[in-house]
């Protein structure tokens, strides 16, 4: 059973202020440092598939060169792709947000599960803007090695707030936009997702915006990624966590092919 969402009274709703500058997004250099059991395992594969490869007898070479030949093609298409989508593309400068908020992001909170990839760029380019960022990082409930070492390598900014998923630091209808950039995926478990969509809710205006910004669990990203990409969460789960809370798609835009954002609409009456 999903925990009920904090009264308004008891959530804690400081002033609103820039969010604070943190690390830059990341890039592939970081991934690869958040990531690195995974390539290392991708590497280990393909050393030791054409090691067995040459030791032995046929149809056993065989399927031990295929494993490392495909091993470093997901290695490679991987990391490619990794720095065409974070590097390259302009999923870092926002351009694409007008699309799906064309009135901008107003009064907003950013919700970081480990680390913040949205508030940074997001300040840049909405100075006027009033927003403020909540942490919701706890061990427990993002149980993930790679948010753990980014933790690590790129501590929160000061400013942030600490919240929980049943509990965000906003008042009942007081935020144009809530966004959760690569962040909602990092709560493992369906209860708390349904908890953080029905916060977001509780706190946004009439006619407020949850955007989510996601790698999905589809053709293109297993494609890319391989068996990493069950990390990621299907489009039909973020749609009905979106429904359980009374959120409506109203605009949806796919990025560099392998991401996508949805602008989840809180009806206006």
Do not use: Q
């Amino acid at each position: 059973m999903t925990a009920p969402a904090a009264p308004a009274a008891s959530v804690p709703a400081p002033a609103p202020g820039p969010v604070p500058d943190g690390p830059r997004p990341s890039g592939v250099r970081e991934v690869v440092r958040y990531n690195w059991p995974m390539y290392a395992a991708g590497a280990f594969t393909v050393v030791a598939g054409g090691v067995l490869a040459r030791r032995l007898p046929g149809p056993a070479a065989a399927l031990a060169r295929a494993a490392a030949a495909t091993a470093a093609g997901y290695l490679a298409l991987g990391t490619l792709a990794t720095w065409c989508v974070y590097d390259r593309s302009g999923l870092h400068s926002y351009d694409w947000l007008p699309a799906l908020l064309p009135d901008g992001p107003g009064d907003h909170l950013v919700i970081s599960t480990g680390l913040d990839e949205a508030g940074r760029p997001l300040a840049a380019r909405h100075p006027g803007a009033r927003g403020r960022l909540a942490d919701l990082y706890d061990p427990a409930l993002t149980s993930s090695g790679s948010i753990r070492r980014a933790r690590r390598h790129a501590p929160p900014a000061p400013g942030g707030i600490p919240a929980r998923p049943d509990a965000l630091p906003a008042a009942t209808g007081t935020l144009d936009t809530v966004f959760a950039v690569f962040a909602a995926h990092e709560l493992r478990r369906p209860a708390d997702r349904t908890a953080l969509f029905a916060e977001a809710a509780r706190t946004l205006r009439p006619g407020g915006t949850l955007l989510l910004v996601e790698h999905l669990r589809d053709a293109a990203n297993t494609a890319v990624y391989g068996p990493g990409a069950w990390h990621f969460l299907p489009r039909a789960t973020w749609l009905r966590h979106a429904a359980e809370a009374g959120l409506h798609p109203a605009a949806e835009r796919r990025i560099a092919g392998l991401v996508t954002a949805f602008a989840l609409r809180k009806p206006a009456s």
